[in-house]
C-alpha cells in the first residue's frame, strides 16, 4: 500500500547524533558557568580577607602609636573611626 518515506518515529541514524551532541553541549556549558561562578566566589573571598588583614595591620599600628603616647585618646578615637568606617 501507502508507504511513508521520511521520518520513521525513530531516533536512528543522524538524529541520535545530533541528540548526543546537544547533551553534551549543554553538560560542557553549564560546567563552565557553574565552574566561573565559584572562581569568582573564591576570589571575592580572598580579597575580603586581605582587606580585613590589611584594616587589622592599620588598626595594630595605631594602637601600638597610642600605646607609645606618641598620639593622643582624641587622635586614636578619630583615626579608628576613620578606619573602621572606609
Given at each position: 500500500?501507502?508507504?511513508?518515506?521520511?521520518?520513521?518515529?525513530?531516533?536512528?541514524?543522524?538524529?541520535?547524533?545530533?541528540?548526543?551532541v546537544?547533551?553534551?553541549?549543554?553538560i560542557?556549558i553549564?560546567?563552565?558557568i557553574?565552574?566561573?561562578?565559584l572562581?569568582?566566589?573564591?576570589i571575592?573571598?580572598?580579597k575580603q580577607?586581605?582587606?580585613?588583614?590589611?584594616?587589622?595591620?592599620?588598626?595594630?599600628?595605631?594602637?601600638?602609636?597610642?600605646?607609645?603616647g606618641?598620639?593622643?585618646?582624641?587622635e586614636?578615637?578619630?583615626?579608628k573611626?576613620?578606619?573602621?568606617n572606609?
Amino acid at each position: 500500500m501507502y508507504r511513508y518515506i521520511g521520518y520513521t518515529g525513530s531516533m536512528t541514524g543522524i538524529g541520535m547524533f545530533f541528540v548526543v551532541v546537544a547533551a553534551v553541549l549543554l553538560i560542557v556549558i553549564l560546567s563552565v558557568i557553574l565552574y566561573k561562578v565559584l572562581a569568582n566566589k573564591s576570589i571575592k573571598h580572598e580579597k575580603q580577607e586581605v582587606l580585613k588583614k590589611e584594616e587589622d595591620t592599620a588598626i595594630d599600628l595605631l594602637r601600638q602609636e597610642y600605646a607609645k603616647g606618641t598620639i593622643n585618646e582624641e587622635e586614636y578615637v578619630k583615626r579608628k573611626t576613620f578606619l573602621l568606617n572606609n
